[in-house]
């Protein structure tokens, strides 16, 4: 799985550089996520401009992290999300549960305030 | 004229293969005469039952085994499309439990949205005993 990997001062921005985020890659997803909390880093902003499909094991990947960055008093936000991928959230009422921002810049500026 | 399609897999126990075959399932979508019919929409929500049930046979019924293998099976017939996923696996009787009562997507369970999914974007789906072998049967009207 291809993924961009950038720190800000606020949180770190992982950017998935893959079209489909399914049973078959999310696991690598989740490793990379884990990594980030394993070095102290409990921000972070999930990029899914490039993904056009996603499915429940995706999903279940993005709402673990949702959950471990919530028990390290951090953040998982969501952004640039395609409409065919924010239909699942809407789907399965997912979009309720995270903060999406329309672009990573914004969701980094909405951290701007967080003392780390 | 009634149109008929019947398209037959057969592909490993793998994950893999998943994009390959939400791929074919999404471009049947695009093939289909009906004008009417949103092909784009129609193509993901193929793409997306089609991943998660072969998903679910791949580790539940099949148990990640990559000696096993799927039969896949995509037939239109008129206005409406079937699909059928075999397996020879286990789980027959969890995977019914679980089409019965499908989770309740608002909890932050990291898992069993699949299932949910798929009733809600298919119009009919059962999972029985047939031949030796158990079927995921999924079937869609379109207008």
């Known amino acids: 799985m291809q993924l961009n990997i950038v720190a800000y001062p606020q949180a770190v921005v992982i950017s998935v550089q893959e079209a489909r985020l399914d049973a078959h890659n999310s696991p690598e997803l989740k490793t990379a996520i884990l990594q980030q909390f394993d070095a102290d880093k409990a921000n972070l902003i999930i990029d899914l401009n490039e993904v056009r499909f996603i499915d429940s094991s995706g999903l279940g990947v993005l709402v673990s992290g949702f959950k471990n960055a919530s028990t390290r008093n951090g953040m998982l936000l969501l952004c640039s999300m395609q409409p065919q991928v924010k239909s699942m959230f809407e789907l399965t009422r997912l979009h309720r549960v995270f903060d999406i921002y329309a672009t990573s810049d914004e969701a980094l500026l909405s951290l701007k305030d967080v003392t780390l | ?143």
């Open chain 2, 1 to 143: 004229m009634l149109e008929k399609i019947h398209i037959n897999i057969k592909v490993p126990n793998e994950t893999c293969y998943l994009g390959l075959i939400g791929k074919i399932g999404e471009d049947l979508a695009h093939t289909l005469a009906r004008s009417a019919v949103n092909r784009e929409v129609l193509g993901y929500e193929l793409n997306t039952v089609l991943t998660e049930a072969m998903a679910n046979v791949i580790f539940h019924a099949n148990r990640s085994d990559p000696t096993r293998s799927i039969e896949i099976t995509l037939s239109v017939e008129g206005n409406r499309i079937i699909i059928k996923i075999y397996d020879e696996g286990h789980g027959f009787e969890a995977a019914n439990r679980a089409l019965a009562a499908p989770c309740t997507p608002d909890d932050l369970s990291e898992r069993g949205r699949g299932i949910f999914i798929i009733r809600s974007l298919m119009d009919s789906v059962t999972y029985r005993r047939m031949n030796g072998k158990h079927v995921l049967e999924m079937i869609k009207t379109f207008h």
